[in-house]
């Protein structure tokens, strides 16, 4: 597409010099090509821009001087960049004083020329000046290219890609990502302390909107934006970085003053044209770079959650890699939401903020992996110090109640409203992180079930961790079938008394405030108890019955959480 040249540019040439007599206003107007003006009558609102960014020439002899007025006002109406009159002698100048004022009004500079300047020499004139312009143009954006292009193939990264375009521009480049991050800044040469901290975190909070960082589209839409920050006008040149029309970050060049001349305004908008193109190509290599750092992360925190090292040496040679102290002491933190779906196309995205919301909170040196296992977020979390008498059990529950609390704050700014965060006891060793996932997995498991808080540990489910035993065992299993199949079995006559029965014990035996749960009437109560009873043969309003029904539930749910684990992380026969 053409850039064209500028009316006060054609007002330079001889053949247009001092000819312009109205429309002041308008000589920044950009000319494309010139065309004659046909008739009145063939000018419609509905029809084609063919005067849209046109330098139109229209001879006087062929209209009156009084039409002309009429003229350029339809000619605003359709775009066009000026108008050249030709065979105008002194004696018509006083004949376009409608013309002139119409001129001034609408903005469309009006040239008054001689009958020399023909339609043919106006537009050789301004085809000449368009060519030229977009030669210098495609000339200056190939140097550009070669430049950056140069840089990208030397394997320089975005720092290198920046830091060039900052040197041929001689403004600060900003590179923010998706979520308004600020991936890199660079200063030119002549600036040296560049911009202000605050400045930089203001321009990007103002520029970086997700309806820019995050637009689908083909094409790099450049901006000029003029803002005020600090009492002082800045301006800057912009344009999102897209690959096949998905969005990757902005590409932004901060202006050194204002106002900016038009031509320095020129050279930045092809700058951003072709930065546009080379930073998107290296966030993408970039992004393939993190994706199989994050595969190789997630595939050794899913062998050391399953304890699935070949030997002894693998286990120490991946553990080196990630700086994780194989005889340190490790707790296992799981984040579930039903919001996140690991199919989804942007899962990818969401590993990467639940990663920056467990940076934020473990903020100091001790080590934290986080993974996406499924459709968890798993955080597998170094304590400090080693198993021992001097470790004071209260220091360490509150130690991972805090992190645990963080995580789940965290997590709920960046991510998402229904976020449960539970959590297994700390243990000794890159092999005891295993243990300690499947406590978490546990937790998670049970704390569905018996509605515990949003942030939950293993040790808070002290009763299933006492019954486990028990509720593996054989004897247990039997004695929990014997209490709940003749509730089950009852169920299709009287409703659901499974869980009638376990909401009144719940609610200590109160028969109003069960009724008042549950929705149900007084009397209707009363008849599903008795109907209960009646299946246990024994009275549900007994101490002793409600705890052999409320056992038998644990028991129950604490054997579907453990068999579901038991299938997912025994290893494959």
């Not at 060039?164 to 600060?172: I, K, R």
């Not at 707790?331 to 903020?353: C, K, L, M, S, Y």
Request: aromatic content about 4%.
């Amino acid at each position: 597409m053409s850039v064209g040249v500028t009316v006060e540019r054609l007002l330079d040439e001889d053949l247009f010099r001092n000819a312009l007599v109205g429309g002041g206003s308008g000589i920044d107007n950009t000319v494309a090509w010139c065309v004659p003006f046909l008739a009145p009558e063939t000018m419609s609102i509905d029809s084609g821009d063919e005067y849209s960014g046109a330098a139109v020439h229209l001879p006087l002899g062929q209209f009156s001087a009084g039409d002309v007025g009429e003229i350029v006002h339809r000619l605003a109406e359709h775009g066009a960049a000026m108008l050249v009159v030709s065979c105008v002698d002194e004696r018509d100048q006083d004949d376009l004083l409608d013309a002139i004022q119409a001129a001034d009004e609408t903005g469309v500079p009006l040239l008054a020329v001689g009958s020399r300047v023909t339609f043919r020499e106006a537009s050789r004139l301004v085809a000449t000046k368009v060519l030229a312009q977009d030669t210098h143009v495609l000339e200056y954006g190939i140097r550009v290219h070669r430049i950056l292009g140069d840089v990208f193939a030397r394997g320089g990264g975005l720092a290198a890609l920046a830091q060039t375009m900052a040197q041929l521009s001689d403004t600060t480049v900003l590179i923010v990502g998706t979520n308004a991050e600020l991936l890199t800044e660079a200063s030119p040469p002549s600036s040296r302390a560049g911009l202000a901290p605050a400045a930089v975190d203001r321009i990007v909070e103002l520029l970086a909107t997700p309806a820019r960082t995050n637009s689908m589209g083909v094409g790099h839409d450049v901006e000029v934006v003029t803002m005020e920050i600090d009492g002082s006008t800045i301006q800057a040149v912009l344009a999102p970085v897209r690959i096949a029309g998905a969005p990757y970050g902005l590409l932004i060049l901060v202006e050194p003053g204002h106002p900016v001349p038009q031509h320095d305004l020129a050279q930045h908008r092809v700058m951003i044209e072709q930065g546009v193109s080379l930073t998107g190509s290296e966030l993408l290599r970039m992004q393939s770079v993190r994706e199989a750092e994050e595969r190789a992360r997630n595939d050794f925190v899913h062998t050391l959650l399953h304890g699935r090292f070949t030997d002894q040496l693998e286990l120490v040679a991946r553990a080196e890699h990630y700086r994780l102290p194989v005889d340190g002491r490790f707790a296992v933190f799981i984040v579930t939401t039903p919001a996140f779906n690991p199919q989804d196309a942007f899962a990818h995205r969401i590993g990467r903020e639940a990663e920056r919301a467990v940076q934020s909170v473990a903020s100091d040196d001790l080590c934290t992996l986080t993974a996406i296992i499924g459709s968890m977020v798993v955080v597998v979390r170094q304590m400090r110090g080693r198993r021992g008498p001097d470790r004071d059990p209260g220091r360490v529950n509150e130690e991972l109640m805090t992190f645990g609390t963080q995580l789940h704050r965290a997590m709920r700014q960046r991510l998402w409203d229904d976020v449960r965060v539970s959590y297994g006891r700390p243990f000794n060793g890159a092999m005891g992180v295993a243990m300690s996932y499947r406590e978490a997995r546990t937790a998670d498991g049970l704390a569905r079930r018996v509605n515990a808080a949003e942030v939950c540990s293993y040790a808070d489910l002290r009763v299933f961790a006492a019954i486990e035993e028990a509720a593996t065992s054989a004897a247990g299993q039997s004695f929990a079938a014997e209490m709940l199949t003749p509730l089950k079995r009852m169920d299709g006559q009287s409703g659901n008394l499974e869980e009638l029965v376990l909401a009144y014990i719940e609610e200590s035996g109160n028969l109003n405030a069960t009724a008042r749960r549950l929705h149900l009437h007084r009397n209707t109560m009363l008849y599903k108890l008795e109907r209960a009873s009646r299946a246990l043969q024994m009275d549900v309003r007994t101490t002793e019955a409600q705890f052999m029904v409320w056992l038998a539930h644990h028991i129950t749910a604490l054997n579907d959480v453990v068999g579901a684990l038991d299938e997912e992380l025994s290893p494959p026969s």
